[in-house]
């Protein structure tokens, strides 16, 4: 079916406000990935998600950060009180199962966040 | 600590020149090295796995190969639908993200 889903694409945000960021993975993928994407830098790991926990939180960069996943699909990424470096490119993947042999990544399109 | 470096940053090409593509990694147990085509705009798109040194899988006009240290993209007679940005990642024993190089944004020009 249909691939990675996120929205906004676009999300344009004043400083100190909340924002939420969805992603809808591929049916039926119980692995679940959010990457951050800066200028000029590569993919930064933020978190994973097997079903509905997430037993790696380990590259959310500040207690600002937090994501949730319900029913095994979508998942939400909330930042909180937002501010400038959070701007970036915010990536979402899902794959069929963890450990990733012979299941790759499979990514959206990303929401564009920038921070005014 | 994990680790991917990938060179050159930009690579500018002709059409038909042939051309490679390096990544250096270094990880506690190598589970798996993967290579990313990414357009502007777009999410990462998959394009190979390898596993173990000598391994070498190929699409179209790209062939991946990797050694105990480092992997290579070779891009042969590109044409300019080829350009994008190529990603690296690796997986090491220890994790399960994948953690990954800056890129190299290729350029082929007609």
């Known amino acids: 079916g249909a691939g990675v889903s996120q929205s906004p694409s676009n999300k344009v945000t004043e400083k100190g406000k909340d924002v939420e960021l969805r992603c809808d993975p591929i049916s039926g993928h119980t692995a679940l990935y959010w990457y951050r994407q800066s200028l000029g830098q590569g993919l930064e790991f933020l978190i994973y998600?097997?079903?509905?926990?997430?037993?790696?939180k380990s590259g959310l960069p500040s207690d600002r950060f937090s994501a949730e996943r319900t029913g095994g699909s979508v998942s939400t990424l909330t930042i909180q009180r937002t501010q400038q470096e959070d701007s970036a490119v915010y990536l979402c993947a899902s794959s069929p199962r963890t450990g990733v042999n012979n299941s790759p990544l499979h990514f959206g399109n990303g929401t564009r966040l920038t921070v005014t | 600590e994990d680790q991917v470096t990938q060179s050159p940053e930009a690579l500018r090409l002709q059409e038909g020149e042939s051309s490679s593509l390096n990544c250096s990694y270094t990880?506690?147990?190598?589970?798996?090295l993967f290579w990313y085509r990414q357009d502007p705009g777009k999410g990462p798109e998959f394009l190979f796995t390898?596993?173990?040194a000598g391994e070498e899988k190929e699409k179209e006009r790209l062939k991946a190969t990797l050694t105990k240290k480092e992997s290579f993209l070779h891009i042969t007679a590109p044409k300019p639908e080829d350009s994008a940005t190529y990603l690296c990642a690796v997986q090491g024993q220890a994790g399960t993200a994948l953690i990954f190089g800056k890129g190299t944004t290729l350029s082929v020009s007609s």
């Open positions: 390898l596993y173990s």
């Open positions: 998600f097997q079903g509905n926990s997430a037993p790696d």
């Open positions: 990880v506690s147990g190598l589970r798996g």
